[in-house]
């Protein structure tokens, strides 16, 4: 069983709509649980950023973390075919561990 | 941007032959992290390095080493290629404060 499980996809959404993206885990040690994007070819742009449990809100993305049943969310509201593009959850155990767990990434497509 | 920079951005190579890509951070990063990511996958850790030193290692041969210099740049060596070894290789460096790291565009090797 891998470390952070993710629905691969893909996932096609119309224009304005909210998606959800998860993601769940199995390391209770995990305490710092990251969003990143990729574009196709390009390297991972960090998107969101939490510290344990709560939510973390940034312009149109909101971020969950539930650590009580290992399970972390990204929200995109009013989604724009810009945002089509695979999102990796990533988690860490320590500050300044720079081993960071990914999940295999969902691609998704918003469709205008 | 990122601020993160990486050489060459595709690479070819047959099996057995030895690759060497570079990264080069920015100034005040003084940790690096490479990831090897393959096709429909999420990254996976390779190693990091702090000030010079290897400070971790994910689950990779020896044959995967690195080096990291005092002018923020770094270098991932691969000797005797494998064809499994194809895939998009990326470095992630990390300031003095916070958590967060951020991503190379990468360099895309294929191993025939």
């Known amino acids: 069983q891998k470390e952070v499980e993710q629905d691969p996809g893909p996932l096609s959404v119309p224009e304005g709509a909210i998606v959800s993206l998860n993601c769940t885990y199995s390391n209770s040690a995990f305490q710092y649980f990251m969003w990143y994007r990729q574009y196709s070819r390009k390297g991972p742009e960090l998107l969101m950023y939490t510290y344990s449990s709560g939510n973390k809100e940034d312009g149109r993305f909101t971020a969950q973390v539930d650590k009580s049943s290992k399970y972390i969310s990204l929200f995109i509201r009013d989604s724009q075919p810009s945002d089509s593009a695979t999102y990796l959850c990533a988690m860490s155990a320590n500050f300044g561990n720079e081993k960071l767990t990914f999940g295999t990434g969902t691609r998704l497509t918003i469709i205008p | 941007e990122t601020g993160v920079t990486q050489s060459p951005t595709h690479l070819i190579k047959t099996r057995g032959q030895q690759v060497t890509l570079r990264c080069s951070s920015q100034s005040g990063h003084n940790t690096v992290s490479w990831y090897q990511q393959a096709l429909g996958q999420g990254p996976q850790f390779i190693f990091q390095y702090y000030r010079e030193e290897e400070n971790g290692r994910g689950n990779f041969p020896p044959r995967f080493s690195g080096l990291q210099f005092p002018n923020y740049s770094s270098e991932l060596n691969v000797n005797a290629l494998e064809l499994d070894d194809s895939a998009l290789y990326l470095c992630?460096?990390?300031?003095?404060?916070?958590?967060?790291?951020?991503f190379g565009p990468g360099t895309r090797l294929t191993v025939l």
């Open positions: 992630a460096s990390r300031g003095r404060q916070g958590n967060e790291q951020f």
